[in-house]
Every structure is written in structure tokens, then in C-alpha cells.
């Protein structure tokens, strides 16, 4: 297990469009996060899962996007009828627990740019 | 609520020199993390260090080093005799213990390092 993986690398959709990223987290990892990066900003937090079950969700996360865990091990987020304001770069990071003792491991995350 | 500083938005240095990178926090919690990420070129957020509250030891690794001051709510952070490789974002970060800020971290807005040849 090298990391935390994230596919697609770079996604370019139209306004309107459904798009789907996943996030394969490291495997005895049971916490799962997603942020969202906007250019020239820091990571911002959009939600947080405990195996399947998702605990938080940031008031970035409107009813447009969707996050799901369904088996405890990867975990997708949907974005629906994208709009240019969702174009970023969208993070997906893991830990063994809560307190990351040993810091949070991140994907390398998937651009996506809506046009 | 938290937040996290960085007011150096870039930074230039030449190889070899040291450059010391700032972060302020504010947060209501007594119990708290601070971390520092390195994001290079390719995307990837690189963990540094994590430090708890409670703990004010200095931390040294190596060319790098942290220096944690409670009472300016700051985590500083070194880099002695820079070398190229080291050209990265550099994001400081805060969690803390408190319903809704335990499960999710707070960055600052980055600062750019650029070292010279």
C-alpha cells in the first residue's frame, strides 16, 4: 500500500454535467477526509468519514455534492450540475485515527475544471 | 472558531541560506494540533510534524526545525542552509479538540518558498 490514491488525476467538464471522483484510502486507515483547494488558497475542509458512516459535513458541501463510503474502504464524491465555482483541486486524505499521530496522509488529489 | 495565519504570501531565497516561515493560530480550544504540510509542484500535501498543545519543546529533524511559542500563539518553522528541493508551498495547519473543529484541520493560505540556484 503506497498512499492514498485519487482518480481521476485531472478532470475538465461542462457546466451542468455530473462529474464523480474516488478516493482509495490507505488500507488499515478507517478515518477518511475530503477537502477542496482553490488556487492560491489552503485546503479547506468539506467532510469526514468513520468507516461508512460520515460524521461531518462542512457548510461548503451543498446540496449539489454528495460523499459516500459504502464499504468502509474507498470512498467517492459527487459532484451534480457543476458549476465554474466548483472548478479546484479536490483533496482526499486518511488517518488511523482522530488525533493522526502521525499527520494525515494525502492523495495527490484530482483537478477539476469546469468550463 | 479557528484560523490560521501565514502572512508571508512568498518568499525568495538562495541556497544555503536559512528562512524561517510564520504561522499565527487563534483558537478558543485549550487542547489543539498544529501541523506543517509541504505541497510541491506535483500536488501532494507532505506531513512534517505534528505538534500537541501542550507540548512547547522545539522540535530539530534534521534541516528543519519548529519553534512553537503558546504565548504568541505561533509555530515558526526553519529551514537552515535551503537547498532547491526544498521549493514547495508550505501550509501550517490547526485541529483542535472541540465539537466540530476535532475532525477537521484548519490551513493557513500557504507560503511560497522559492530557492535559487
Known amino acids: 500500500d503506497t498512499g492514498v490514491s485519487q482518480n481521476p488525476r485531472h478532470k475538465i467538464t461542462k457546466r451542468g454535467q455530473n462529474v464523480t471522483f474516488r478516493c482509495d484510502p490507505i488500507s488499515e486507515h478507517n478515518r477518511l477526509y475530503w477537502y477542496r483547494q482553490t488556487l492560491g488558497q489552503g485546503p479547506e475542509f468539506l467532510t469526514y468519514f468513520q468507516n461508512e458512516a460520515q460524521l461531518e459535513k462542512s457548510r461548503l458541501l451543498s446540496d449539489r455534492f454528495s460523499a459516500e463510503r459504502p464499504k468502509g474502504s474507498f470512498s467517492t464524491l459527487e459532484i451534480q450540475r457543476t458549476e465554474q465555482g466548483d472548478s479546484a483541486m479536490y483533496l482526499c486524505a486518511s488517518s488511523l485515527d482522530v488525533g493522526a499521530r502521525g499527520g494525515y496522509t494525502f492523495g495527490s488529489g484530482t483537478r477539476l475544471t469546469v468550463v | 472558531a479557528q484560523k490560521v495565519t501565514q502572512a508571508q504570501t512568498e518568499i525568495s531565497v538562495v541556497e544555503k541560506e536559512d528562512v524561517t516561515l510564520d504561522c499565527v493560530y487563534e483558537t478558543r480550544d485549550t487542547t489543539y494540533y498544529l501541523f506543517w504540510y509541504k505541497q510541491p509542484p506535483s500536488g501532494e500535501l507532505v506531513f512534517l510534524i505534528r505538534r500537541n498543545s501542550f507540548d512547547e519543546q522545539n522540535e530539530i529533524s534534521g534541516r528543519y526545525s519548529w519553534n512553537f511559542q503558546k504565548s504568541t500563539s505561533s509555530f515558526n518553522f526553519t529551514i537552515t542552509a535551503s537547498q532547491v528541493v526544498d521549493s514547495a508551498v508550505y501550509f501550517c495547519?490547526?485541529?483542535?479538540?472541540?465539537?466540530?473543529?476535532?475532525?477537521?484541520?484548519?490551513f493557513g493560505s500557504g507560503t511560497q518558498l522559492t530557492v535559487l540556484p
Open positions: 495547519a490547526l485541529r483542535g479538540r472541540s465539537s466540530g473543529s476535532a475532525r477537521q484541520l484548519t
